[in-house]
């Protein structure tokens, strides 16, 4: 399986990125005004806005090249979280657009968001 790609320092995002949880939970109501609720998955699932900047043509190009192997959000892959270093083996891309932004030599910058997947 793939992974997602490192920088040159190693990590796999910058500061500001934000990780989120998302739970997913189900509500059946009752005539009589009552309701139970029932948990969709065992654990929340994480989702990390990943903002990478300054970063040189090398770096750039290697995540757009990943981003088009996957098929944008088709393809799953391996990605390791930035906050805690936990390896979650079923990710994606959440969306099938990457913008790269080519300012000047060693000025390279994107912005994606990886969600992981049950």
């Given at each position: 399986m793939a992974s997602f790609p490192t920088l040159k320092t190693g990590v796999v995002a910058q500061y500001p990125s934000d990780r989120t949880r998302r739970f997913s939970t189900r509500v059946f109501r009752f005539v009589d005004?009552?309701?139970?609720?029932?948990?969709?998955?065992?654990?929340?699932?994480?989702?990390?806005?990943?903002?990478?900047?300054?970063?040189?043509?090398?770096?750039?190009?290697?995540?757009?090249?990943?981003?088009?192997?996957?098929?944008?959000?088709?393809?799953?892959?391996?990605?390791?979280?930035?906050?805690?270093?936990?390896?979650?083996?079923?990710?994606?891309?959440?969306?099938?657009?990457l913008t790269a932004e080519y300012r000047g030599r060693g000025d390279g910058a994107t912005s994606l968001v990886v969600k992981e997947n049950r």
């Open positions: 005004g009552g309701e139970q609720r029932f948990a969709g998955f065992g654990a929340p699932l994480k989702r990390w806005m990943i903002r990478l900047e300054l970063l040189d043509e090398t770096e750039l190009g290697g995540i757009e090249d990943f981003f088009v192997a996957q098929g944008g959000r088709a393809g799953t892959f391996a990605f390791t979280d930035p906050w805690d270093g936990t390896v979650h083996a079923n990710c994606s891309f959440e969306g099938d657009t």
